[in-house]
């Protein structure tokens, strides 16, 4: 077996590194350019004839299904490849891909890193998590798979640095697999999971998956395997409730028998869908300084990319999507303190200097103090009949570090159900900006009667 000694690493030295991406394109390989970009790399893009990515070096024609396309692909100035392109289904195609794609490279000590996935591992049962040293156990819609990851490992004997990855389940930038469970939500009324109740699925943020790969490319070993993964297990009936929040259904999630699926996505996805594992990413993370640190796939899909929110009063890019993202963690830090009934989180989201909150009920509170007196006096306890939960709808930014939030509030049960007969809530907030975090300076809870 493949080992991920970090002895076995080659050294960082700062290169900058030509690197043909195939699958450049999709869903990963679009986060995949950026890193590669953002790192300083120049990506070469392979397409069967999509639009460059804006941070492409340069765009390439090719079909790994037709492997006789690749021929030349792999010019001498490519000083690493990442194979991100789907396997075509047929074990033969994909070995002449690899071949066309890996040959150039011998003799060079470059890197070619190939995606496979955790369905590899099959079904890992109650046992701790996973590492890369398990044997493979496939299930069928990736059944010949790890034989095209030995046919990649095989070319370190041939002098080429071969990698392997294994990504978990892909989320974020509203894409991947749960952005299926978030159209089922929707499409079906209720939140929907498949197999069993007790599946987990582990799950990767697609940047930090991006980040993988930059590592891999730049450092990982000759005939290493890694499980890009940032959450070894999490429980499917979570993502499915959560994929129901991003949806706007609040209802018990409700799980799909495999029959079920497979009757509404095809018995091999089915099998997929309704895997239950326990993956561990921590060779990654120990061994080539992995870091992931996306936020949990749960709360991707309740409070991130899955659910955009409108914005104004700031210019579109990166700087105001991490604002808006600080704010909608500060919204799911109240809802969480209140869900949980912790007194003193949810005093922390107020600003310590003259905060002021009217409560739905339009009790006037002045100052922390006083906040701090209701809060210990009505929240011990409120929530065991039922709770509710908090979505950021709007964000206005009056200036850079001031913005005003429109939040809906919804009644629920404990299921995540929605409590019909209860009113929402539309709470406002002022949130202002100090030492770096976002804090609420003036608060009001109203009504909704309509
Ligand atoms: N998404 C996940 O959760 C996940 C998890 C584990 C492993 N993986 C693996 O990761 C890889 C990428 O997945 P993804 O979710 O990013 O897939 P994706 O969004 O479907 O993107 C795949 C890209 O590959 C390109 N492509 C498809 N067929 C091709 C062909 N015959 N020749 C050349 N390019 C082709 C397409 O680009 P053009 O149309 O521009 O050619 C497409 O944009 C796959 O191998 C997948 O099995 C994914």
């Given at each position: 077996m493949p080992t991920n000694e970090a002895s076995r690493l080659v050294p960082d030295d700062g290169n900058v590194m030509k690197v043909l991406l195939t699958g450049a394109t999709g869903y990963i390989g679009s986060a995949v350019s950026d890193h590669l970009a953002a790192a300083g790399h120049q990506v070469v893009g392979l397409t069967r004839g999509g639009e460059p990515h804006p941070s492409w070096h340069a765009r390439l024609i090719g079909d790994t299904a037709e492997p006789a396309s690749l021929a030349g692909v792999v010019t001498p100035d490519i000083e690493g490849v990442i194979h991100l392109a789907p396997p075509s289904g047929d074990v033969d195609v994909d070995t002449a891909a690899i071949e066309a794609l890996a040959a150039p490279l011998r003799g060079t000590g470059r890197p070619f890193v190939y995606t496979s996935g955790v369905w590899v591992l099959g079904a890992t049962g109650e046992a701790q998590e996973v590492d890369e040293e398990s044997p493979t156990d496939p299930i069928g819609i990736v059944g010949y798979r790890p034989r095209i990851e030995q046919r990649v490992l095989a070319e370190t004997a041939e002098g080429v640095r071969a990698v392997v990855v294994r990504p978990g389940i892909v989320y974020g930038r509203g894409g991947g697999i749960p952005a299926i469970l978030v159209d089922r939500a929707r499409s079906q009324g209720v939140p929907e999971y498949f197999g069993e109740e007790g599946v987990r699925w582990p799950t990767v943020h697609v940047d930090d998956l991006a980040e993988l790969f930059v590592a891999a490319v730049e450092r990982a070993g000759a005939g290493t395997v890694w499980h890009g993964v940032g959450e070894s297990a999490t429980p499917v009936r979570d993502l499915a409730r959560a994929a129901g929040r991003a949806a706007g259904v609040l209802a018990a999630?409700?799980?799909?028998?495999?029959?079920?699926?497979?009757?509404?996505?095809?018995?091999?996805?089915?099998?997929a869908l309704a895997l239950d594992q326990s993956v561990s990413g921590a060779a990654?993370?120990?061994?080539?300084?992995?870091q992931p640190a996306g936020p949990g796939a749960v709360a991707e899909l309740v409070s991130g990319s899955y659910r955009p929110v409108e914005v104004f009063g700031a210019p579109e890019g990166p700087e105001t999507d991490a604002e808006v993202a600080a704010i909608?963690?500060?919204?799911?830090e109240i809802e969480h303190a209140q869900q949980n009934e912790l007194v003193d989180r949810f005093l922390s989201v107020f600003r310590r200097e003259d905060p002021v909150w009217t409560t739905g009920h339009g009790k006037r509170l002045s100052g922390f103090e006083e906040i701090a007196a209701f809060t210990h006096k009505v929240l011990p306890g409120a929530m065991a009949e039922s709770t509710a939960v908090y979505d950021v709808e709007r964000v206005l930014f009056l200036r850079p570090d001031v913005a005003a939030v429109n939040v809906r509030q919804?009644?629920?049960?404990?299921?995540?159900?929605?409590?019909?007969?209860?009113?929402?809530?539309?709470?406002?907030?002022?949130?202002?900006?100090?030492?770096?975090?976002?804090?609420?300076?003036?608060?009001?809870?109203?009504?909704?009667?309509?």
């Amino acid at each position: 077996m493949p080992t991920n000694e970090a002895s076995r690493l080659v050294p960082d030295d700062g290169n900058v590194m030509k690197v043909l991406l195939t699958g450049a394109t999709g869903y990963i390989g679009s986060a995949v350019s950026d890193h590669l970009a953002a790192a300083g790399h120049q990506v070469v893009g392979l397409t069967r004839g999509g639009e460059p990515h804006p941070s492409w070096h340069a765009r390439l024609i090719g079909d790994t299904a037709e492997p006789a396309s690749l021929a030349g692909v792999v010019t001498p100035d490519i000083e690493g490849v990442i194979h991100l392109a789907p396997p075509s289904g047929d074990v033969d195609v994909d070995t002449a891909a690899i071949e066309a794609l890996a040959a150039p490279l011998r003799g060079t000590g470059r890197p070619f890193v190939y995606t496979s996935g955790v369905w590899v591992l099959g079904a890992t049962g109650e046992a701790q998590e996973v590492d890369e040293e398990s044997p493979t156990d496939p299930i069928g819609i990736v059944g010949y798979r790890p034989r095209i990851e030995q046919r990649v490992l095989a070319e370190t004997a041939e002098g080429v640095r071969a990698v392997v990855v294994r990504p978990g389940i892909v989320y974020g930038r509203g894409g991947g697999i749960p952005a299926i469970l978030v159209d089922r939500a929707r499409s079906q009324g209720v939140p929907e999971y498949f197999g069993e109740e007790g599946v987990r699925w582990p799950t990767v943020h697609v940047d930090d998956l991006a980040e993988l790969f930059v590592a891999a490319v730049e450092r990982a070993g000759a005939g290493t395997v890694w499980h890009g993964v940032g959450e070894s297990a999490t429980p499917v009936r979570d993502l499915a409730r959560a994929a129901g929040r991003a949806a706007g259904v609040l209802a018990a999630p409700h799980v799909l028998s495999v029959e079920r699926t497979a009757e509404e996505f095809g018995p091999l996805f089915a099998d997929a869908l309704a895997l239950d594992q326990s993956v561990s990413g921590a060779a990654a993370r120990a061994a080539l300084g992995w870091q992931p640190a996306g936020p949990g796939a749960v709360a991707e899909l309740v409070s991130g990319s899955y659910r955009p929110v409108e914005v104004f009063g700031a210019p579109e890019g990166p700087e105001t999507d991490a604002e808006v993202a600080a704010i909608r963690r500060l919204v799911a830090e109240i809802e969480h303190a209140q869900q949980n009934e912790l007194v003193d989180r949810f005093l922390s989201v107020f600003r310590r200097e003259d905060p002021v909150w009217t409560t739905g009920h339009g009790k006037r509170l002045s100052g922390f103090e006083e906040i701090a007196a209701f809060t210990h006096k009505v929240l011990p306890g409120a929530m065991a009949e039922s709770t509710a939960v908090y979505d950021v709808e709007r964000v206005l930014f009056l200036r850079p570090d001031v913005a005003a939030v429109n939040v809906r509030q919804q009644p629920v049960r404990h299921d995540g159900s929605r409590i019909a007969d209860q009113p929402e809530g539309r709470p406002f907030y002022v949130l202002v900006k100090e030492d770096g975090a976002w804090r609420v300076g003036a608060a009001q809870n109203t009504v909704a009667v309509d």
